[in-house]
């Protein structure tokens, strides 16, 4: 057993005086995340030790896709909070209201796109028309084709959709199984170093705002309102860190994601990383939901009230002037 030097003894208890000495305890909460782009600031307060300085030991779940990560904030009881797109979200809200949005991290017009061989006559979104094209259902692959086809009056019979995971679109399109997919970043990162000089990028900036939202258990956030506070003061620190030191928050990413600088860095204006919870986030919730309900991707046609589904009073009483819905 190690004893206290006694010099350092007799400073607490005149400092103390008979106050019992206490010793701050931290709260492990346990996240579910895709490591992506759209994470970064998550990932760069936990590598900082952001967390920890505010009393969190965070156990951190790392997913393929925003829409793993919900299903397991859904589906495991020990998992107090997601980081997802609206497309999980939003298709589970027809049937589930035990969560909801803290705020969003990141937001993005330019992260989903179309990547296609050119082998197979795409030389432009129009060339989509009878093709095969893959998307990850209920991702933001799946939402932002159907907007893409919309823009370039394509209907949905006019292609076969073929639904694969996040982690083997580009495996099938660069076997051929399919001739283009919609995906995200890192995956176009990769595809340019898959398929070389075959692969056609197609980009339709400003048509598809993106968001990645912070989304917990409203049993969690009834029970810690202090944590959810703690993680937000991390989250709002990192996205101070990644303001100031441009380069250090590009060169940490790039480490935690296997990825070289410069290919970070050439996409790192794609993203605006920021906290928030603005009213655009309801509209699009409201958006995504018309859209599934047209679809038939849900299969109730009453539109959920999003406004059960958000909390913006932690953010409102950490940084008032980021939350702006109303």
Request: aromatic letters at 8%; zero cysteines; charged letters at 25%.
């Given at each position: 057993?190690?004893?206290?030097?006694?010099?350092?003894?007799?400073?607490l208890m005149i400092t103390l005086g008979d106050r019992t000495p206490?010793?701050?305890?931290?709260?492990?909460?346990?996240?579910?995340?895709?490591?992506?782009?759209?994470?970064?600031?998550?990932?760069?307060?936990?590598?900082?030790?952001?967390?920890?300085?505010?009393?969190?030991?965070?156990?951190?779940?790392?997913?393929?896709?925003?829409?793993?990560?919900?299903?397991?904030?859904?589906?495991?009881?020990?998992?107090?909070?997601?980081?997802?797109?609206?497309?999980?979200?939003?298709?589970?809200?027809?049937?589930?209201?035990?969560?909801?949005?803290?705020?969003?991290?990141?937001?993005?017009?330019?992260?989903?796109?179309?990547?296609?061989?050119?082998?197979?006559?795409?030389?432009?979104?129009?060339?989509?028309?009878?093709?095969?094209?893959?998307?990850?259902?209920?991702?933001?692959?799946?939402?932002?084709?159907?907007?893409?086809?919309?823009?370039?009056?394509?209907?949905?019979?006019?292609?076969?959709?073929?639904?694969?995971?996040?982690?083997?679109?580009?495996?099938?399109?660069?076997?051929?199984?399919?001739?283009?997919?919609?995906?995200?970043?890192?995956?176009?990162?990769?595809?340019?170093?898959?398929?070389?000089?075959?692969?056609?990028?197609?980009?339709?900036?400003?048509?598809?705002?993106?968001?990645?939202?912070?989304?917990?258990?409203?049993?969690?956030?009834?029970?810690?309102?202090?944590?959810?506070?703690?993680?937000?003061?991390?989250?709002?620190?990192?996205?101070?860190?990644?303001?100031?030191?441009?380069?250090?928050?590009?060169?940490?990413?790039?480490?935690?994601?296997?990825?070289?600088?410069?290919?970070?860095?050439?996409?790192?204006?794609?993203?605006?990383?920021?906290?928030?919870?603005?009213?655009?986030?309801?509209?699009?919730?409201?958006?995504?939901?018309?859209?599934?309900?047209?679809?038939?991707?849900?299969?109730?046609?009453?539109?959920?009230?999003?406004?059960?589904?958000?909390?913006?009073?932690?953010?409102?009483?950490?940084?008032?002037?980021?939350?702006?819905?109303?």
């Open positions: 057993m190690r004893y206290l030097n006694p010099l350092i003894l007799a400073v206490v010793i701050a305890e931290t709260q492990k909460i346990t996240v579910a995340s895709a490591t992506a782009l759209l994470s970064v600031p998550f990932l760069i307060a936990r590598d900082k030790g952001y967390f920890e300085d505010e009393g969190l030991t965070i156990s951190y779940h790392q997913t393929e896709s925003g829409k793993e990560a919900f299903e397991l904030l859904l589906n495991d009881p020990h998992m107090d909070i997601s980081m997802a797109t609206q497309s999980p979200v939003v298709f589970n809200s027809f049937t589930n209201d035990g969560y909801v949005i803290l705020g969003g991290i990141a937001t993005s017009y330019n992260d989903v796109k179309i990547i296609a061989r050119d082998d197979r006559g795409i030389k432009s979104l129009a060339d989509l028309k009878n093709k095969r094209i893959g998307v990850s259902k209920i991702t933001t692959s799946h939402s932002f084709l159907s907007l893409v086809l919309t823009h370039n009056i394509i209907l949905k019979s006019d292609i076969t959709l073929v639904d694969i995971a996040p982690p083997y679109l580009l495996k099938a399109l660069a076997e051929g199984r399919v001739d283009a997919v919609a995906t995200w970043e890192p995956n176009v990162i990769n595809a340019r170093e898959l398929l070389k000089d075959s692969a056609i990028i197609m980009q339709t900036p400003e048509i598809y705002r993106e968001d990645f939202y912070i989304v917990a258990r409203k049993e969690f956030v009834q029970n810690n309102p202090d944590a959810v506070m703690k993680f937000l003061k991390a989250i709002i620190r990192a996205e101070s860190y990644i303001e100031k030191h441009r380069e250090d928050a590009i060169a940490t990413a790039a480490r935690i994601m296997g990825l070289e600088e410069g290919t970070v860095s050439a996409v790192w204006d794609d993203f605006k990383y920021h906290v928030y919870f603005d009213q655009v986030i309801l509209i699009n919730l409201e958006d995504e939901a018309r859209w599934m309900i047209d679809e038939g991707i849900s299969k109730t046609l009453k539109m959920p009230n999003y406004l059960k589904f958000i909390d913006p009073a932690p953010l409102n009483e950490l940084r008032p002037e980021a939350v702006t819905v109303f």
